[in-house]
């Protein structure tokens, strides 16, 4: 179903990040924008960092370590820390000195651990590498389109903000180097985006506009696309809601079924006007950020078949 | 055996879960029981997003435990035998602390405080949070003033991260290359040693030398404190295995935050801790939506529903109700999964509540559930 046309709006960036708390669908929407990107024929990659094989799961395939094809043109990766040091001292060391990493590595491993924000470093490292036309590492095929499903708010923060900091800390380094053309990549607008994910829920947004607050001031990124997922959309206009409290207070009695229908489709109206308030609060804190609003889903399993009905919903979103 | 049960006899609760699934609630809950039942009780959050306070319908809470008057929590319609203080945790703060203690003399801990990596470690990157919150659990534990503790963790997927933090800086501290850098003498001595050489020079080429030196910095100036944090580590390792510690796994039915639960239970069983109990917020019951009847008296009602309300607004209220049903459904093989992955852990189910509710009235009704 490649329809060949390019692929819409942001998926027309090479690295799109997807960041958001834990547990309002993050990883799911990673995998429904590269399924929409794949679609339109982009060579795309989904980007798991510090997962568990999530995307996998969704796509019904096993995790391996690696780029793993999952769909038509459509692959995924779970970002390996160790395995990204491991490709930047191949690429960054002289053969002479790789021959030395045996009795280092494990000294190497300790300091990266060791040192504030270098994992995240590796691994922002590593994502830049996958959107980079030319791969770095030895039979790597260039990919159109990298879409990351991000660690939840504040590991994200330290994934896009290390780059400037190693930039800064580590003057003249090789290191400082490669923090300085990762970070431009990152603020590249025509090359790399962000969108964020919440749910109408006061925690999810509070924390949303924590985040978005933090990646100005502190990596000067803007977000491009804020998606609300789990919208449920059972609002009634007043004459409505005013009916049903009318027809509880009434005689003749509605039989209890009935009655406690009306009961729950007013809760559901009110569920719906907090959620409001809330999608208002956060069109308030990032004005002028576009939005798209995902319904509730009331189907239990989710897999290949929901992701692509998804893929359908907010393509016509986008 | 009923989650109260288990919490009656245990000192430290800490709730683990997805975030979104009403974690701080469930924690707050929790210590509000157990202070109905007579019991002192101190309710740590890391969490800095203030949903603590807002559980608690306080405007902010102190980074030093805050006794809530029984006034304050009087709508919350539980009469409290013990007490219940409150605190946000200051990762920054915690860290500084430990290293006051450790810390032999002024000098050494200007200098640690000094040290630019120090300070980006104390803030808020990598394990620190963590450690910081194990480090205050067991402090507090310690200090004799609790008879019961609750944490509220921070909502991340990396609970993992959470239980090997003591670990981690152990084994870190541990690790016999690292005792290079905490030599007192400068980079060049460092250099001199012959087996090191080759892997300093790779650092070097790789991190540059300016980085390296304020690595070296960093473990000249701590080298002093390695004593102490190793205990430290060692004793919050402990403390998290006692009998006495047990483990609560917050959820909802959904979907995201079951898988995540599940995750959550085999590594906290891998890593040989106690769950205590799993709590399952937000369901919509099936009675609630009244789905327990014959599908047959779905016609029925809406034809009452029709009938008293014209065909527009009754068959809408209709389908809302269907709607209620599938959810009541959905959330059912949620359930049903968690306790085929979690046998024999009591599970406790939350109702979605009244969204009317003040926050106190929430906190009350979760806290009825929890210990009924």
Redesign the interface.
């Known amino acids: 179903m490649i329809d060949g046309s390019p692929a819409p709006g942001l998926l027309g960036r090479r690295l799109v990040f997807v960041v958001g708390k834990g547990g309002v669908g993050r990883s799911t929407l990673a995998a429904t924008l590269g399924l929409i990107a794949a679609r339109h024929g982009a060579r795309t990659i989904v980007a798991e960092v510090s997962g568990r094989g999530e995307l996998a799961q969704l796509f019904g395939v096993a995790a391996e370590p690696g780029e793993v094809e999952v769909a038509p043109r459509l692959w995924a990766i779970q970002i390996d820390t160790e395995r990204a040091l491991d490709e930047y001292l191949h690429e960054h060391l002289p053969l002479r000195m790789l021959a030395d990493l045996v009795g280092a590595t494990r000294l190497i491993g300790y300091l990266a651990a060791a040192t504030p924000g270098l994992r995240e470093l590796l691994n922002v490292g590593k994502l830049w590498e996958l959107a980079q036309p030319e791969r770095r590492v030895p039979d790597g095929s260039p990919y159109d389109l990298v879409v990351v499903d991000a660690p939840a708010s504040g590991h994200s923060l330290a994934l896009l903000t290390a780059p400037r900091s190693f930039a800064r800390t580590a003057q003249g380094g090789p290191i400082a180097r490669q923090g300085g053309r990762i970070d431009a990549f990152l603020h590249d607008r025509r090359r790399t985006a962000m969108i964020a994910v919440t749910r109408p829920e006061e925690a999810a947004v509070s924390e949303l506009l924590d985040l978005n607050g933090r990646l100005l001031r502190e990596a000067g990124l803007p977000v491009d696309l804020i998606v609300v997922n789990g919208v449920s959309d059972e609002r009634l206009d007043d004459a409505d809601a005013r009916a049903l409290r009318a027809v509880l207070g009434r005689p003749p009695e509605l039989p209890a079924r009935a009655r406690a229908a009306v009961e729950r489709t007013l809760a559901a109206d009110l569920e719906s006007r907090i959620e409001r308030e809330q999608i208002e609060r956060l069109a308030a804190g990032l004005p002028g950020v576009p939005r798209v609003e995902l319904l509730r889903s009331y189907s239990g399993e989710f897999g290949l078949v929901e992701l692509e009905a998804l893929a359908t919903q907010l393509e016509a979103e986008l | 055996m009923s989650l109260a049960g288990v919490l009656d006899e245990r000192r430290i609760c800490i709730c683990v879960g ?4 009403g974690k701080t609630t469930s924690a707050a809950a929790i210590a509000l029981g157990l202070a109905e039942r007579g019991r002192r009780v101190a309710l740590i959050t890391i969490d800095p ?3 603590l306070a ?1 559980a608690l319908a306080l405007d902010a809470l102190a980074s030093e435990p805050q006794l809530l008057s029984a006034e304050h929590l009087a709508p919350a319609g539980i009469a409290l035998r013990g007490e219940v203080w409150a605190m946000v945790l200051d990762p920054k703060r915690t860290f500084d602390d430990l290293v006051r203690r450790l810390a032999v003399d002024e000098a050494t801990r200007d200098r640690v405080f000094a040290n ?2 120090y300070r ?2 104390s803030g ?3 394990g620190s949070h963590e450690f910081t919150a194990i480090a205050k659990l067991f402090e507090l534990d310690r200090s004799g003033q609790f008879d019961a503790i609750v944490l509220d963790t ?5 609970t993992l991260d959470f239980l090997r933090a003591p670990e ?1 800086l152990m084994q ?1 501290i541990d ?1 016999p ?2 005792r290079l850098f905490l030599a007192p003498a400068g980079l060049g001595a460092r250099f001199a040693n012959r087996a ?1 050489a ?2 300093m ?3 070097r ?7 390296l030196a ?2 070296a910095l960093f473990f000249a100036a701590v080298g002093s404190l390695v004593g102490g944090f190793r205990e430290r580590a060692a004793a919050v390792e402990a403390l998290l295995r006692d009998r006495g510690t047990t483990f609560v796994l917050v959820s909802s039915p959904e ?3 079951v ?2 639960s599940i ?1 959550f239970a085999a590594q906290l069983r891998q890593a040989g801790l106690e769950i205590g109990g799993v709590v399952v917020n937000r369901v919509v019951s099936v009675r ?3 789905a327990s ?1 014959a599908p047959s ?1 779905a016609p ?2 809406e034809l ?2 029709v009938a ?2 014209g065909e527009r ?1 009754g068959g ?3 389908a ?2 269907q ?2 049903v ?2 009541a ?2 959330d059912q ?1 949620g359930i049903a999964q968690l306790r085929g992955q979690l046998d024999g852990v009591p599970l406790t189910l939350v109702p979605r509540l ?3 509710l003040g926050e106190l009235e929430t906190l009350g009704a979760v806290t009825r559930r929890l210990f009924a």
């Open positions: 997805a975030g979104g699934v997003s203030r949903r807002g630019r990596i980006e470690i808020a990157v990598g921070p909502p991340s997927r990396n981690q870190f690790a290359s690292l090191a080759p892997a020079a790779l650092m080429r790789l991190i540059g030398i300016d980085l304020e690595i979907r995201e935050p898988r995540e995750a609630d939506a009244d009847d008296d029925a009602t009452a529903l008293a309300l607004l809408l209220v209709a809302s109700a709607r209620a599938l959810q459904h959905q093989l009244d969204r009317s």
